[in-house]
């Protein structure tokens, strides 16, 4: 999609480093991280948020996650880690690409918020 960052960065039109790439997703560091392991999983299917998620992207995002289980290791992840998904104005959703933050790398706090 036009003006999409995270679509940029899938295409190659903005150059950064993939952690893990297959045919559905990428993973990248999180450019403004937020712990000692911050990373962005992006669908590259470009749907903006889970407020219109579709069944076949609903299929997308569960394989994503899947697969989440088998490489966690190799990214640093052993002792554990948080996912979250700010969808909409509410959880300052700031870039309209659906992505998955993926926060470890130390203990977090017990808060969610
Ligand atoms: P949101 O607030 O939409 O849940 O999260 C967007 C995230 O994307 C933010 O944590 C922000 O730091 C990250 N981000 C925005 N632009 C870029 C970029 O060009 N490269 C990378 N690696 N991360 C970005
Ligand atoms: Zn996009």
Known sequence: MKDCVFCKIISGEISSKFEYEDENMIIIKDINPQATIHLLLIPKKHF???????????????????????????LGL????????????????????LHIHILGGELLSDKMA
Do not use: P, W
């Open 78 to 97: 052993d002792r554990g880690f948080r996912i979250v998904c700010n969808s909409g104005l509410d959880a300052c959703q700031s870039v309209y690409h």
């Open 48 to 74: 903006s948020n889970l407020m219109d998620i579709t069944e076949e992207q609903t299929e997308i995002l569960a394989q994503c996650l899947k697969k989440l289980s088998h490489i966690y290791l190799d």
